[in-house]
């Protein structure tokens, strides 16, 4: 008999761990998106605020998607051409992405990446989410990429 409770111990860690999610995931089943680990990230983003190193994660795991959506917060002057180059400036030579710190002093840029995560979980597209980002955050400032 005392083998049911160790049983049952199992099962619902076992069920714990899978409702979880995969490590480098946020969120589970449909609704998992891809992360940068954590520890792959430079000190000085580990350092800063949760929802900044997630914007992090989310943007070094996820080019494509970040690269289709603009950035309200005037870093078109720095030359920024999108939300992810808020946060990744280009490519070392091992293949590894080289951040930039912008993204770790600027809300606009974490708001818009945590708006495009929100979405993507709620199984947006996207053109839908790019619509969605230029119609709340068009009147907080000029878009650093062309309409389309």
């Known amino acids: 008999m005392q083998a049911r409770p160790h049983r049952l111990v199992l099962l619902i860690t076992i069920l714990a761990l899978a409702a979880s999610g995969l490590p480098g995931c946020a969120g589970n089943g449909r609704d998992a998106i ?5 520890d792959r990230l430079p000190m000085e983003i580990q350092s800063a605020p949760a929802v900044v190193q997630e914007a992090y994660q989310f943007a070094a795991a996820n080019p494509d998607v970040m690269k289709a959506i603009p950035c309200y917060c ?22 590894s992405p080289e951040y930039d710190n912008h993204a770790l002093g600027c809300s606009i ?18 053109p839908q989410i ?18 389309e």
């Open 34 to 38: 891809p992360m940068m680990p954590i």
């Open 130 to 147: 790019r619509a969605y980002i230029d119609d709340t955050y068009g009147k907080y400032g000029t878009s650093n990429m062309p309409q």
């Open 74 to 95: 005037g870093c078109g002057s720095i030359g920024h051409t999108s939300n992810y180059s808020c946060y990744v400036a280009g490519q070392k030579a091992d293949g």
């Open 109 to 126: 840029c974490v708001d818009i990446t945590q708006d495009t995560m929100r979405l993507l979980k709620q199984g947006k597209s996207v």
